[in-house]
C-alpha cells in the first residue's frame, strides 16, 4: 500500500478546507448548563441568584399570547411586575431563543414569572422558573400563593 505523503496531501487539505469554509452555515444551536451536584442550597447559589436579580432589566409574572417563532419574538401579557417598568404587554426571546440557553417560549398560555434582561425592545428570558424557590424568597413573593401555574389551565386574568 502505497502511503501519500504530506506535500501531496497538502493540496487537497487546503482545498477540501476551502471548499468547507464556502457552504453556508447555519446558527449553532446548543446550550448545556452543567451544575455541580453540591451547588442546589449553596451559598454559590445564593450568591448567584441574588446578583442575576440585581442585573435583570425587569421581573415579572406573565402569561404568552403569542408563542416564539424563529421570526417573531413571544408576546407576553404582564400581570405582575416585581422589577422594573415595563409594558402591559412586552417581547420575549429573540433569534436564538432556545439555542443560546436563553428559553422560547413556545405554548400560549404558559404562565411564568421571568427573570428578564434586554428590552425593552425585546427581552430575553434566560433562567427556568418554574421550581425557584430561592429567587421567590428574595423577591418576597410566593408564586404559589400571588401566581400560581398549571400545565393546561386557562388564563384567568389574574
Known amino acids: 500500500m502505497r502511503q501519500i505523503s504530506y506535500c ?3 493540496p487537497l487539505l487546503v482545498a477540501l478546507s476551502l471548499a468547507v469554509a464556502a457552504l ?4 449553532a ?5 452543567v451544575l455541580p451536584p453540591d451547588y442546589e442550597g449553596s451559598s454559590a447559589q445564593r450568591r448567584n ?5 440585581e442585573k435583570a432589566s425587569a421581573i415579572v409574572d406573565g402569561e404568552v399570547i403569542r408563542p416564539w417563532t424563529h421570526e417573531t ?3 407576553v401579557r404582564v400581570h405582575h411586575v416585581l422589577k422594573g417598568d415595563v409594558e402591559e404587554i412586552i417581547e420575549v426571546g429573540g433569534e436564538g431563543a432556545g439555542g443560546d440557553c436563553s428559553i422560547a417560549l413556545e405554548r400560549v398560555g404558559e404562565r411564568s414569572r421571568m427573570i428578564l434582561n434586554g428590552g425593552p ?5 434566560y433562567y427556568d422558573q418554574s421550581e425557584a424557590r430561592l429567587e421567590d424568597h428574595y423577591l418576597k413573593s410566593d408564586r404559589r400563593k400571588v401566581w400560581p401555574y398549571y400545565a393546561d389551565q386557562e388564563s384567568t386574568g389574574n
Open 73 to 75: 419574538p413571544a408576546l
Open 49 to 53: 441568584i441574588k446578583l442575576e436579580i
Open 29 to 33: 444551536f446548543a446550550c448545556s448548563i
Open 24 to 27: 453556508p452555515s447555519a446558527p
Open 8 to 10: 501531496e496531501r497538502s
Open 121 to 125: 425592545g425585546i427581552y430575553d428570558l
